[in-house]
């Protein structure tokens, strides 16, 4: 039996990134809100204490099984997405970055109107507070606390002076005027502590009394009747329930939940609804196509100077004693500590590599399911990653059955273009042109296995294929458009149905230029923004200020 609940003028669906952001805003107006999420709550030491991120990954983690993926290893794979509320920002590395400026012109020039740089850069203001202040680039008083990252120890500077000697500028603000160059890493915490779109929006801007919570609630469809969205149906614990809308239902639930729950309710490509046993209501044929993702590759080096590889009893306790003080330390360590923003090619208008370091080294063990297990390496040494920013494949998220808990099938090729492989292998090389600068040489030795063991190009482009990981970036799969595959409009509006729109990273035309929670972040602002001073706001809820 299904229990029909109060009807609500919104639905949110998904609590991660985006989707706590527009629930928030919506509920800041004065609508009521029921934002319904299928995973936990945030409140768990594990998601608040940054160093803790491994556990959180293996606790709080759909674990979504991808197909084998014969351009690498073909290998099982599972790709991150937070099971929790703030999804995957609740289980990232919490590194800031908006991006690039050509990459919101570039979606305005796809035909994204309202899209452009200049368009949703007063969205990334209001959504942050940045520790070095408002400026003509960012914002002072948003719920978001971004600062630059507090670890100013010996590995980390002389990453700085290795790239500076490779002959990028020091760029103290990436998120500013310019995006090039290296600087130390930006991170969103709030006194050593995440600080993410769930923690910070629903506590902080949500009107008290307009915004109803439901966690452990896992949507089975969209209800859809006169072609106009009218509510959803859920499971909550065990009971199946439904909710209606005065107004809209939102999906936020992430490159893969979004098309996946499209499909379920019938909304995508005939040909792949029929093959999964589901009723075509609209032939959408872009929901789940169009997915990217950036291609990840580490690398290794011996350290000569201590680091936490082999934990002092001293370094752990002054750990803990910085956190306690003032929440910094290693307990507030993020994996990322320096990034430069990089280039395969100097002709290249803007970055498509970002070269990132890590002041120790990992292990990264893969279990029968393709589920990694993050651990310290034995040895003392640095963790190096280049990451392709500009990835040519695309892949596509499709149901495997109609049964509202199959998992989806998520197909992608990292390396099928030719070309990603010649510019993950540029990458890697650049990476370790600037290890070879003297900053670095003087306290290296050497690469660890295997990569040590590569002599040639081809043991490196074999290195590259057995190694290249997803970044757990994935975007695209809703995409924003006017073009045949488009899912939303610029309004970010569902093309064929009424009052029901997608919100997430999924609406990307194409990837940004580096880590994608705060571009992700900056959709649920927009998405806010025009749903409020749009002709559907019946109501006349007030218009977000720009």
Not at 272 to 299: D, F, I, K, R, W
Request: charged share 20%.
């Amino acid at each position: 039996m299904t229990k029909t609940e109060t009807v609500f003028d919104y639905i949110v669906v998904g609590g991660g990134s985006a989707g706590s952001v527009v629930a928030a805003r919506l509920a800041e107006a004065g609508a009521d809100v029921l934002l319904l999420e299928a995973g936990v709550s945030d409140r768990r030491i594990d998601v608040r204490i940054p160093a803790a991120v491994a556990l959180a990954y293996q606790k709080v983690n759909w674990k979504y099984p991808a197909e084998p993926d014969p351009s690498r290893t073909g290998r099982p794979e599972a790709w991150m997405a937070g099971k929790v509320m703030g999804g995957g920002g609740s289980i990232n590395s919490c590194v800031y970055v908006r991006g690039n400026r050509a990459d919101y012109d570039g979606w305005a020039k796809q035909g994204c109107t309202g899209w452009d740089y200049d368009s949703v850069l007063p969205a990334f203001k209001r959504m942050e507070t940045w520790a070095g202040g408002a400026s003509e680039f960012r914002g002072g008083s948003g719920p978001i606390a971004v600062n630059v990252q507090t670890n100013h120890g010996q590995a980390n500077m002389a990453f700085m002076e290795a790239c500076r000697q490779a002959g990028y500028p020091v760029n103290p603000d990436y998120n500013g005027r310019d995006q090039d160059g290296v600087g130390l890493a930006q991170v969103n915490h709030r006194r050593g502590t995440r600080s993410q779109s769930s923690r910070e929006y629903l506590r902080r801007v949500a009107l008290r009394g307009k915004l109803t919570v439901r966690t452990h609630s896992y949507v089975h469809r969209i209800l859809v009747d006169g072609g106009a969205a009218v509510g959803v149906q859920y499971r909550h614990h065990g009971t199946v329930m439904e909710a209606r809308v005065r107004e809209e239902v939102i999906l936020s639930a992430g490159a893969i939940g979004s098309p996946r729950l499209l499909q379920l309710s019938g909304i995508g490509p005939k040909a792949a609804l029929s093959s999964a046993g589901v009723e075509t209501l609209l032939h959408l044929p872009g929901v789940g196509e169009n997915l990217h993702e950036h291609p990840y590759l580490m690398q290794r080096w011996r350290s000569k100077i201590p680091t936490i590889n082999k934990m002092r009893v001293g370094t752990a306790a002054k750990g803990l004693a910085d956190y306690l003080r003032d929440g910094s330390g290693l307990l507030a360590m993020t994996m990322v500590q320096v990034q430069c923003m990089a280039r395969t090619e100097p002709s290249l208008q803007t970055p498509d590599l970002q070269l990132q370091f890590v002041p120790f080294a990992i292990t990264r063990a893969v279990d029968e399911n393709g589920m990694f297990n993050v651990q310290p390496a034995k040895e003392e040494g640095f963790l190096a990653s280049s990451t392709f920013l500009r990835p040519r494949t695309r892949g596509s998220v499709t149901l495997r059955g109609s049964a509202p808990d199959a998992t989806p099938r998520i197909s992608y090729q990292f390396l099928a273009d030719p070309d990603d492989v010649r510019d993950c292998l540029l990458g890697l090389r650049e990476m370790q042109r600037v290890m070879a600068q003297p900053a670095m040489t003087a306290i290296t030795d050497g690469q660890l296995e295997p990569e040590a063991n590569c002599r040639n190009d081809s043991d490196w482009q074999d290195y590259v294929r057995a190694a290249v990981t997803p970044s757990y970036h994935p975007v695209g799969t809703c995409k924003m458009g006017v073009d045949d595959l488009a899912v939303v409009d610029p309004e970010l509006r569902v093309h064929g149905i009424n009052n029901l729109r997608v919100a997430d990273a999924s609406i990307m035309p194409t990837i940004t230029t580096g880590n994608t929670n705060a571009p992700s972040m900056m959709i649920g602002e927009r998405a806010a923004e025009l749903i409020l001073s749009g002709s559907a706001n019946r109501n006349g809820f007030p218009h977000v200020s720009r």
